[in-house]
């Protein structure tokens, strides 16, 4: 089968061997596959990883025997492999489970191939009112959702999003939706015009920012914008972590005491939340597709994905 | 009347001006003033303070124009004098008001002195069962309850405190009556032991610790402290930081959000609850004393708190 495989170097594999499902585990063909930027990351040598890429997907499930009533539906899935057994899978942790491997980021072949394996248990099938376009999304969509699903943001909040990127457009369509007082802040014109259209109160990194909010939101991806958000977080405030990215920041602890400030980490999230939010047209994800790519032209499509500036690149299987 | 005040140099005055009381404020005459940490880093220059220093205290009413019921009680009180008025105050967060001054730490001066004013709603008059020498303690308990106060620690949590200073080993006392599965790790054997004699675990600082607690409250004060404390976290457990100090630390961003780990700073809290804990003798901080000084030897007696493996130094008025 085809892959696009990371070993070092990113490669496109025509011959790549076809996957057999391990007992408990559904073998699910392909149909669209997302680019994250957690791929670019990997590819820079986050993780350490070596396989083939990808863990956004929409696929068809092809065969699943201890699952039978899945075969042949549209499906999407949570990355994390976990145990189901260990004392953090019990705690209804599973997602930290420390014998989990990732989808196409820690010891499991990913999604962009023309089939991959996951547990039948990880397995959403896909509302016929969401097509492939949409449900691609349900992952970072699903991270998005995290936020809300570990910290209560109240619709008298103020609340400040830095940055526009895919993630951070998904975000602000999730917390719009609690009523509160959004601001987004972000350095793409036309990124930040998707929201707008969504009534959405947006403006450009550099112009004064109004601090003091309840809560902001640190989706930028970088140190700097990590400072920024500190500064904007008002006393008793929360600030929430989306970016992963390599190295560490300077925290000034002593202000972290005096203003009493909570750090909130926020990695992956619920992917029913992220299927209804889809279902019910009450996010809008379609103006997020920069382009489609043939999974065979997959290393040009991460070419186009590293650039500046461009939103989702999709792999779709079909010919 | 003698004071001890801070300008560059640490002074005892013997002929400092009676303070005067503003509208809405008493005149309180000290009983017994406690040195804190937050003292000696005021005279390592953090805050920037010039002033009579002290913010622990018991005293005596002597004047109290809008409370005349106060006059002649024994009182303690909050240590940040608010404005009642702003957003932030009406919002239920008075000790982060930004129109705030703080007794003996930032524009106002302290309770190291014969007399000095506060106003009338920050003081609480003592319970009769509570002894001086109990008393001066309440607004070091009190910030040690800020942690319950800000965070559900549940009788089922795991939880680690680092550190055996003053302050941790109030905060041990606090969260030890939530029935949660305690540890202390300190440096200070003779420390340690006022809390096993309490039938809290304990154990000395540089011995293995079982890592995944479900709350790590860092109480050292030192980058290292914060280091060691990120560590022993469990994913999606809660950091909880007491220690101001001066300097910045370095935080790998990115393991906090894989982990989806919370750090919740954490300084001032609720007096009346301290009192409590007090009058019905659920803490016992009479093991934490070590000296008590004659305000006339208010020099060596700052001496003394800033030698290694001291505990709490108090300065008494009577003579």
Redesign the interface.
Known sequence: MRAIYFDQTLQFRADAPDPTPPPGEALIRTRLAGICNTDLEIMRGYFGFTGILGHEFVGEVVQAETAPELAGKRVVGEINAYCGQCP?CRRG?PT?CPHRTTLGIDRRHGTMADYFTLPVHLLYPVPDAVPDEWAVFTEPLAAAC?ITD?LHIRPTDRVIVLGDGKLGLLIAQVLQLTGCDLLVVGRHPQKLAVLERRGIRTQLAGDPIEPGADVVVEATGS?EG?AAARGLV???GTLV??????????????M????????????CGPFPAALRLLEQKLVDVEPLIHAVYPLDDGLAAFEQAAAPGVLKVLLTTAS
Chains 1, 2 share one sequence.
């Open positions: 953090t942790d930290h995290e570990r140190a990590f008002r006393p008793r972590l989306k970016s992963t990215f390599h190295g560490d920041v300077r925290l000034n602890l002593s972290v005491v005096v203003d009493e400030v909570t750090l909130v980490g926020s990695r």
